[in-house]
């Protein structure tokens, strides 16, 4: 194995900055500011991004009731437990109508993705025959 | 006596998982009787391999509980309940810093981890640590027990599957591609990749593409501040996969002509492992579980400085006889994590301890 001198190529690389004047800082990551909502940040339609949000929406629809909280202070932990024992008549029916209301959300998009790949087919067929169409055409002439 | 592993949570095809998996096996073949338990498992793994924890029988007083540590989970707190002996495999926890303003859950459950961690120095008889790294932080916590260093087993057999050749058709070209593979998540600091790749297309080479490989479930905001980030730097030709299959992720290694990595913490990082494998040079930022992965292969960033780091990836990618040396030093480096050794580690490391 062929050492190499990183000390000479340390001094290259700070040879090369000075050479090629970068700007210090073009903008920080604390700069950006987040944006409000996903939503507001798509580009134009793409059929790996509605897969895989479809693919968290398929796992996800349905909201676990008993997510266990985790806490190192008994004190805490009972507290929580109270909490978590008064409230449920509330939060339960809450948690399932949430839950239903994903279910069928997600059931629609399914379907939308279905018909979706239907068309895309239909589409394939079409090209195909006009393609077929034309070669018809020409061999007629 | 029966050895049980415990985990909360078994993920397809994670770090911890294969690791849990290859010790079962290891375990097996010295002839005791052992199970996973866990408290979530992936629908992905093999039925029957793994139970979930509520059906985990009583536990004897010369039983073995190997319990992986990862994160803030109940198990944390159920674990010193156990009347039998313990032996904890380390395999760090994020600091929850770096998911303030990104996920308030991730926070939580890694500020409860460590508190986890700090407690349960009293329960742990024996312990693992995936790195140097992680051992100090075990010490630092106040562990007394002894603690070994065992690397993660990893699956080396996997990596000569067929890659998917529709990605590699597709990116190969006279571009430079840069990888980085690891979830989207803040202290991965893609965004100083993002920035690297900034300084190397605007001032080095336009004929550039950056490809950050990693799901980003749970992080939405912290990728969509990336986003926004590549849009403000008007950059081009930065692609995020998102979750990838197996052989999606085996085409962007061979694609790779570089392997960059930023990460402020790892406890381990197997991506740089997966790199060396793939003969990718890597640069790296040379910090906690990293610098010990590495151990001297790879070209380290001793600062963060993006515009050193951007100018590391010309060294490498225009001068063959750095390439070659980086290259070799990695192999070198490789040869440590063979499945061989590790597995030897761990007989002889339970045999002692058993």
Redesign the interface.
């Known amino acids: 194995m062929n050492r190499i001198n990183i000390d000479q190529i340390m001094e290259e690389i700070y040879m090369n900055i000075k050479n090629r004047q970068y700007d210090i800082e073009p903008l920080s990551f604390e700069e950006v500011k987040m944006c409000q909502s996903a939503i507001q940040n798509l580009d134009g339609y793409s059929t790996k991004d509605f897969l895989y949000d479809l693919n968290y929406i398929i796992y996800n629809w349905n909201i676990p009731g008993n997510i266990t909280t985790v806490t190192s202070n008994p004190l805490t932990a009972l507290v929580k437990k109270v909490v978590h024992k008064l409230t449920r008549f509330i939060i339960f029916p809450l948690i399932d109508f949430q839950s239903s209301y994903n279910a069928s959300t997600c059931r629609c998009i399914i379907q939308i993705k279905e018909y979706m790949f239907e068309i895309e087919k239909y589409k394939e067929k079409i090209n195909k025959m006009e393609m077929e169409i034309e070669e018809l055409k020409s061999q007629n002439k | 006596m029966r050895v049980i592993q415990l985990l909360p949570t078994l993920s397809y095809g994670d770090a911890v998982g294969n690791d849990t998996i290859a010790i079962d096996s290891i375990i097996k073949e010295l002839g005791y009787d052992t199970k996973i338990y866990a408290e979530n498992i992936d629908h992905r793994i093999a039925k029957g391999l793994v139970k979930n924890v509520k059906r985990m029988p009583e536990l004897q007083k010369h039983d073995v509980v190997i319990y992986h540590l990862s994160m803030?989970?109940?198990l944390?707190?159920q674990l010193s309940s156990f009347n039998c002996r313990k032996l904890i495999v380390y395999h760090n926890i994020t600091p929850p810093h770096f998911f303030k303003g990104y996920s308030q859950v991730s926070e939580?459950?890694c500020s409860?981890g460590i508190?986890?961690v700090q407690?349960l120095r009293e329960v742990a008889e024996y312990c693992w640590a995936d790195s140097a790294y992680n051992r100090k932080e075990l010490l630092n916590y106040g562990y007394k027990c002894n603690i070994d260093i065992i690397p993660i087993v990893i699956p080396f057999d996997n990596y000569a599957k067929r890659p998917k050749q529709l990605i590699i058709n597709k990116y190969r070209d006279d571009y430079v591609n840069i990888v980085f593979v690891g979830r989207v998540v803040p202290n991965k600091k893609q965004?100083?990749i993002i920035?690297t790749f900034?300084?190397y297309k605007k001032?080095?080479n336009f004929k550039s593409r950056l490809f950050l490989v990693g799901s980003y479930?749970g992080m939405?905001?912290y990728y969509?501040?990336l986003?926004?980030?590549v849009q403000?730097?008007k950059l081009s030709d930065v692609h995020f996969t998102?979750?990838i299959k197996f052989n999606e992720l085996l085409s962007y290694y061979h694609l790779a002509d570089v392997f960059l990595c930023m990460s402020e913490h790892e406890g381990f990082c197997i991506p740089l492992i997966e790199a060396m494998y793939f003969g990718i040079p890597i640069i790296a930022y040379d910090d906690t579980g990293v610098r010990d992965t590495l151990n001297g292969a790879g070209f380290r960033l001793e600062t963060k400085d993006c515009?050193?780091a951007a100018?590391?990836i010309?060294?490498v990618v225009s001068k063959k006889?750095?390439k070659?040396?980086l290259i070799?030093?990695q192999n070198?480096r490789l040869e440590e994590f063979s499945y061989e050794l590790t597995k030897n580690k761990i007989i002889s490391c339970l045999k002692k301890w058993i």
């Open positions: 803030g989970t109940v944390n707190e939580v459950l409860e508190k986890g407690r965004e100083d920035k900034y300084y001032y080095i479930y939405e905001k969509e501040k986003r926004m980030y403000e730097l998102g979750q515009i050193i100018e590391m010309d060294q006889e750095i070659k040396y070799d030093m070198k």
